[in-house]
């Protein structure tokens, strides 16, 4: 059997799709809207269901080779035009290509009058003329409701309009109807009677102080979709809904490993430093040097000459340039050869969702090996927790897709709360670095240590980080009885232990001193001994020689005298002999 | 007040638009009562053009045609438009603007 890389084909009985091109709904309605079948748009007012419908027909006809006719009720083709243009769509354009026809219906009910029974041929023919002319395979009715409004005799027109999506069905037109929202209906004027094979809503609501929008597919008969309400956003290329949920786990993984920067932080992370591609939380309360250590990891991959891209919702680019540059970073020239971006924005400038879009387009466009997001937590406060949560889900997702490093720091402020936040959004990183405050004799040092790297040998030694003028140092930290000994007190205990090798230094010296002082007293004893002893073996001698000459005198004398008396003369010369 | 219409000088020539779909049954039912009605109220001084837009589809979108039957009053200014089969001639004369003129 044949193996391709492609999708198994759709079963027969399955729905055609017509592909909205619209980023993300596609994804959400697994390929766009029923073909050839009506779709209902409904939300209230400001919630982008015309921009919507438009760009359903401008994607259709731009990307998909699909014209399309516009019928607008509410809007002139100029303010369409107008409208659309905002979103990066030449409407004129397509017009004069004959890819769109824009038909405005004006209707004003003061200059309506009715008299008896009426139909709505006139809007089937001009619909049908429009269709016909260019071709048209898609179709939108913008706010079709204005009908109930300008024209008399509801009972006729709903059953016109009954008969046009029938019509349109026929025509095998692949529509778009957008409505008001009602109070407790779908529409106004109950319009998703007649419209019953897709109806998305579409909503608008302000969280502290900060608008969203939210589309939800209510129905979709015929089909899988998703039923969850995804949030998306109007940019300048349209719109995109972000569809948290259709996540997978399925990305490439790589054994290449990429250094931070600091030497010393690499050995803590089995020498090698974090793994390509993973995502990386360093969190730490303010002051603690995380965008220092962002900055460095930053600095390390542009020089390899990786693109960074670095995302900052707290200072402007220039700030953090010259903050680093008092460390000894020089990032000006990176930013320079385009191998560093920074995009700073404030948070509360707009929704989470914005920020996600533009955030997205970023990465789109700049390919960056690296995603720095400092600190990540300003932007998930704009969310409620999940929701900020499941954006920073999206977003690792779509890194890690792109084997795209990514570090984000989360601000904390040493609550319980909010470390258990924390313990939520960990589950999605593969390493975590934790920087700390520690606080005693009177200073406050920073510390370091390596909370979690999935799939490495990691160090579990809490090491202090000193920031100097060259940048930072990673040092060990001295652990004693009263916990971790940091900054001065470390300084402190290292002085301690020096002078504790130096006194025993001086203590040796001294003995040695001590023992060089007794030996040469020794040697002078022993050597005052043996000129003692040499002296009494001199005298010694001399006396013996002394004593041998008086016995020598002393036998010359007795011989003499025996000689002299005679006496007996051997004997005394024998002991002299002997004696000598 | 006839005498005063009398007074005034002829009431210029009313052109009038009916919009039609092919002969449906309301188109012809519309034709009628227009022709009828206007002999009753501006004998002499109208003229009816019938617009088929089976035939001239691309006038329901230059006219702003939606309904069908539609009266156009063209002229005498402002325009004014009538839908229906025109079977209610109190509502005729009101969107006619010709209570007053009669």
New interface residues.
């Given amino acids: 059997m044949k193996i391709n890389g492609h999708k198994p084909t759709a079963p027969a009985t399955r729905l055609p799709k017509c592909p909205t091109g619209i980023q993300g709904l596609d994804e959400i309605t697994g390929g766009g809207l029923p073909r050839g079948r009506p779709t209902l748009i409904c939300g209230g007012a400001g919630c982008g269901k015309t921009l919507l419908a438009a760009e359903f027909l401008v994607r259709g006809a731009v990307q998909f080779d699909e014209p399309g006719v516009l019928m607008a009720f509410e809007e002139t083709e100029k303010e369409l035009t107008a409208n659309v243009a905002a979103l990066g769509f030449d409407l004129a354009g397509l017009v004069r290509r004959k890819k769109i026809v824009v038909?405005y219906?004006?209707?004003e009910r003061s200059?309506?009058?009715?008299?008896?029974?009426?139909?709505?041929?006139?809007?089937f023919?001009?619909l049908?003329?429009?269709i016909d002319s260019i071709g048209a395979k898609r179709v939108v009715l913008d706010t079709l409701e204005v009908?109930f409004a300008s024209?008399p005799n509801e009972a006729i027109l709903r059953s016109e309009l009954r008969r046009l999506f029938r019509w349109l069905k026929e025509k095998g037109v692949t529509a778009v109807i957008t409505a008001e929202r009602g109070r407790e209906s779908l529409t106004r004027h109950g319009l998703e009677e007649y419209v019953s094979d897709c109806v998305i809503v579409l909503d608008h609501r302000v969280n502290d102080q900060i608008a969203t929008r939210y589309l939800r597919v209510v129905k979709y008969r015929g089909a899988l979709h998703g039923t969850n309400e995804f949030p998306f956003l109007i940019g300048d290329t349209g719109l995109s809904v972000l569809p948290i949920t259709s996540l997978a786990l399925n990305h490439k993984v790589t054994n290449e490993r990429i250094a931070t920067g600091i030497p010393r932080l690499d050995a803590m992370l089995g020498g090698r430093g974090f793994f390509r591609g993973s995502s990386i939380l360093l969190t730490g309360t303010a002051g603690t040097g995380k965008t220092i250590i962002s900055s460095n990891f930053a600095n390390a991959a542009a020089r390899r000459g990786e693109r960074v891209l670095f995302f900052s919702f707290e200072e402007s680019p220039n700030q953090i340039i010259r903050n680093m540059h008092s460390i000894g970073l020089r990032l000006e020239p990176l930013v320079k050869r385009s191998l560093l971006k920074f995009h700073s924005a404030r948070p509360s400038l707009c929704g989470l969702e914005m920020h996600l879009a533009t955030m997205f387009k970023e990465i789109a466009a700049f390919q960056p090996h690296v995603v720095i997001v400092d600190p990540v937590t300003s932007l998930m406060e704009l969310g409620a927790a999940p929701e900020g949560k499941g954006m920073v889900t999206r977003l690792i997702d779509y890194l890690k897709a792109g084997q795209t490093t990514s570090l984000f720091t989360s601000l904390t402020h040493g609550g319980h709360v909010l470390q258990q936040s924390e313990g939520g959004m960990s589950s999605l990183m593969d390493s975590w670095i934790l920087l700390q405050d520690f606080e005693g004799n009177g200073e406050r040092n920073r510390v370091l240590y390596v909370l979690k790297a999935r799939g490495m040998k990691h160090s579990n030694q809490i090491r202090e980080f000193l920031i100097s003028d060259h940048g930072i140092d990673v040092v060990d930290a001295y652990i004693g009885a009263s916990g971790v000994l940091t900054g001065s007190a470390r300084v402190a205990q290292g002085d301690l232990e020096k002078a504790a090798v130096l006194s025993s230094q001086q203590e040796a010296a001294q003995l040695e001193r001590e023992v060089e002082r007794k030996r040469k007293a020794l040697e002078r004893q022993i050597s005052d001994l043996r000129s003692d002893y040499e002296g009494e073996a001199l005298e010694l001698r001399r006396i013996a020689e002394q004593v041998g000459t008086r016995t020598l005198l002393l036998g010359t004398e007795r011989a003499a005298s025996g000689i002299l008396r005679q006496a007996d003369a051997k004997v005394t010369a024998r002991t002299r002999v002997r004696s000598s | 007040m006839k005498t005063k219409t009398l007074k005034r000088p002829p009431a210029k020539l009313w052109q009038l638009r009916l919009?039609v779909?092919d002969q449906?049954a309301?188109s012809v039912?519309?034709l009628a009562?227009l022709k009828k009605f206007c002999e009753t109220h501006l004998k002499g001084r109208y003229r009816i053009t019938v617009i088929d837009?089976?035939k001239q589809?691309?006038l329901?979108?230059s006219d702003?045609?939606?309904?069908?039957?539609?009266v156009v009053r063209k002229l005498p200014k402002p325009?004014?438009?009538?839908?229906?089969?025109?079977?209610?001639?109190g509502?005729?004369l009101?969107?006619l603007d010709l209570r007053a003129a009669v």
């Fill in positions: 038909d219906v004006h209707i200059e309506v009058q009715a008299s008896g029974e009426y139909d709505l041929e006139g809007l023919v001009r049908g003329h429009a009908l024209l | 919009y779909m449906t309301k039912i519309a009562n837009l089976m589809p691309h329901a979108k702003q045609i939606l309904a069908i039957p539609t325009v004014r438009t009538i839908i229906g089969t025109l079977s209610d001639t509502h005729l009101v969107g």
